[in-house]
């Protein structure tokens, strides 16, 4: 099945979003999220120091189903095919959005290539079907607007 992917702006500040996973893919989520002023939150049984020093909430345990509740969206960065489609199983029956980690067949949302500057947003997305094009192609408007407004100042 085809997917296809409404490119929104959604308010997540202030909201739960739940990171299920503790390595270096986990940490590149925390990393983008972190910016919106969400409330992240991790669950995984292990946890690298980098996303212990990110300064979210870690809970150093197996993921359960009951973890759920009470968040906007999560993200699977588990990389264990079988748990993440548990995952994402779960996550629909408990009304949370869901996004695994490099699995856009599970996906009820992607990330777009972000660029912002002050209240200017960019977002490029490919339809999870070619991420390194949609990041070059940010890349690319990016550097125009800000040659843009080097030339106007």
């Excluded at 150093?60 to 009470?70: A, C, F, H, P, T």
């Excluded at 699995?103 to 949302?109: E, G, K, R, S, V």
Aim: aromatic share 6%; charged share 20%.
């Amino acid at each position: 099945m085809e997917r296809n992917f409404l490119p929104i702006s959604i308010d997540i500040s202030c909201s739960k979003i739940l990171i299920i996973g503790g390595g270096q893919s986990a940490l590149k989520k925390i990393k983008i999220l972190q910016r919106s002023g969400a409330n992240l939150e991790v669950v995984a049984e292990n946890i690298i120091d980098e996303v212990y020093a990110s300064g979210v909430v870690c809970y150093r345990k197996s993921y359960e189903k009951s973890d759920l509740i009470g968040y906007l969206m999560l993200y699977s960065c588990t990389n264990n095919e079988t748990l993440d489609r548990q995952i994402a199983q779960d996550g629909r029956e408990a009304g949370v959005l869901v996004n695994i980690h490099d699995n856009p067949a599970l996906c009820q949302f992607v990330s777009p290539a972000i660029y912002q500057d002050g209240n200017i947003s960019v977002a490029v997305s490919s339809n999870a079907e070619n991420v390194y094009e949609a990041i070059r192609l940010r890349n690319l408007i990016q550097e125009y607007l800000e040659n843009l407004k080097n030339t106007q100042v």
